[in-house]
């Protein structure tokens, strides 16, 4: 049996980032990812589209002048308009326009550069930039152009200092305890904060800049902090009234992801949406944004199909609601032209890979700007997924998605090979996922397909998309209630008849691969084979790591892991946690896989895995990558991982019969 797509097709999906609109409306700016090549495109009314970054990629960040001039960081350096600008600092990490001038300010290391008719270096006198996973947007000017807030990373902890850019000199800096995790101007003088304090609270505070005067505006508490978007102290980022008005949260205290106004003058708050599904901006970077006219929202949610995602308007006269979108899958990241009131999103669904997608106001038709699938694609069927409910053994049912083999034969027995995403708090998709850690599995599976094995893709309990209870069922339960699920989903599949039950794989990156280690290692005998991309083998090594990196990041995982448990049951929750101390028990075909480049869970993991191993005389067959990140970059990367995955699956399981 064998498919018309060869790994060159699966590897040679490019993708888009975010677009941004120029200020007339005319042209749309984004990033364009082509296999680890990274370069500004522009995108024009008319349908021309044309690359506008010189060079090899290296492109990390862009953005639109007042004046329409698009600038970019391009390897470090600065570029507008295709032009390297000098500005005696390097490297750069952000830069942003002043509003309502060309004013462009550029952070480095330790230092912020501002461009305009003279180039001026000032000190920040802290380290600049954003702990992963941070603020979405780490450089934010105010609203007069005087002052810009630049998010820091000193010590390891998140911050936020401001300069102000006449005299030189910062102006304030963040203090306390809590971590800075997002950030926005109001006016000119107060700046609107997000403070994690983990493990369960996060105050979001107005703070004058010129006495540093502070005001609690919103307080979170308990679960609701950490669990779905907040998860990880990484909140959706509040956004505030084009006029100052009112700010937008992103709350969970129904137990879902909805919107929230508070009225900056009367200190209300009001719930904005309902209903047992979530509402934000598509993914945990992105948040809602303000409608041309700012009497609106556009939003990103859940309703009709936890699995899917469509954008939606919401209206503050009158609280009405809006379906924008039509086009099964996910829609979202949604950003709006405020002249000409056209919305721009990312769409991807099961035979379509992430795109951007332009839509005029009131026409429901919307345009595709770019294409990411390589032609072969094009003469290929894919297959859509099939929704199906496991049971877990507890009473719980988890969502699933089923690809069945091309040309499906019920009588015949199909290996099959469970994928189990990372996070913990992503969420799989109907159809292509937008974002770049799952877009190339996606496509690797719809080869798969084509060569006789079938594919089950779980959304474990910690799973964000379906509520905070059933993400919090994990907290506490690292290794337990995840590799419970895991268990489930071998065992319904060998309740199937048309599944070989001695052939079962499974397979992840990052927590996915930690819990692909977790099954061979706890469970052993469950799955036949496993690979592992980027997993974690021992949990203490990781938190130790992460302390004196991000200890925002450690100081939540640690509360993932351990939740409210003491003494021996806390001591029990750490001694699961790690398949490190469940090496003897391996069982199963293993396959690992790591770039020596990756800062979230570096290595040496793997070089930890390797030595157990070989002490214990476990066979495992590895593979460096040099330079390469957590979720691979590299093209030529990806189809190397690609081909020894396949390879390992057929040695291992080998084809339907």
Known sequence: MGGSLTLDDVAGIAFPSAAAFAPDGSSLGFLWND?????VWRAEH??????????????????????????????????????????????????????????????????????GADVTVIDAGVDLGILNPGPSVSLRWSPDGRRLAVATKQDGRRGLTVIDTDRGTTTWHHTGEGFVTAFAWIDADLLHVTEDLPPLGRNHLMVQVSDGARDVLVVEEGHEVIGG????????????????????????????AHLYSLDLASRELSQLTYGDHDDYGGDRVYSPCWDADADGLVFCSSRGDHKQRHLWRYRFGGGSLERLTSAPGT????????????????HAGP???????????GDPSPRQVTHSMPRAWERTATVAPIHVAIPTGDGMTMPADLFLPVGFDPSRHYPVLVFVHGGTIDQMRYGWHPGPAYLGPYAWHQYL???????????????????????????????????????????????????????????GISYGGYLTLTALTKAPGTFAAGICVAGVWDWEAVREQRAA???????????RMLTDLTGEDAERARIEASPRNFASQLEGHLLVMHGTGDRKVTSDQMDSLVAD?????KPVDVMYYPGEAHVFTGRATWRDAYRRMKNHLDRHLGPAF
Do not use: K
């Open 35 to 39: 296999g680890g090549r990274v370069d």
């Open 549 to 559: 990196a991000d200890l925002c990041l450690s100081l939540t995982g640690r509360y």
């Open 613 to 617: 191993c070989v002490a214990l005389g």
């Open 449 to 507: 397909l084509q060569h006789g094995y079938a594919v089950l893709s779980i959304d474990y309990r910690g799973t964000a998309g379906y509520g905070l209870d059933y993400q919090m069922s994990l907290w506490g339960r690292m290794g337990v209630a995840d590799l419970a699920d895991c268990v489930a989903a071998a065992t319904w599949l060998r309740s199937q008849d048309w599944v070989a039950p001695d052939r079962l794989a499974i397979w």
């Open 331 to 346: 829609n979202h990241a949604p950003v709006i032209c405020h002249r000409t009131g056209r919305l721009a999103f990312v």
């Open 351 to 361: 035979s379509e890979s992430p795109d951007i997608w332009v839509m005029d106001r």
């Open 229 to 256: 978007a907040g998860a990880h102290a990484c909140p959706v980022a509040p956004v505030v009234a084009p006029d100052g008005t009112r700010v937008v949260y992103t709350l969970y205290r129904d137990r879902w």
């Open 46 to 115: 008319d349908g021309s589209r044309h690359r506008v970054s010189p060079g090899e990629g290296g492109v990390s960040g862009f953005g639109w002048a007042p004046s329409g001039s698009l600038a970019w960081i391009q390897n470090g350096r600065l570029y507008v308009d295709g032009v390297e600008r000098e500005v005696g600092i390097e490297p750069l990490h952000a830069l942003a326009w002043a509003s309502g001038t060309d004013r462009l300010a550029v952070a480095g290391d330790r230092a912020v550069c501002v461009v």
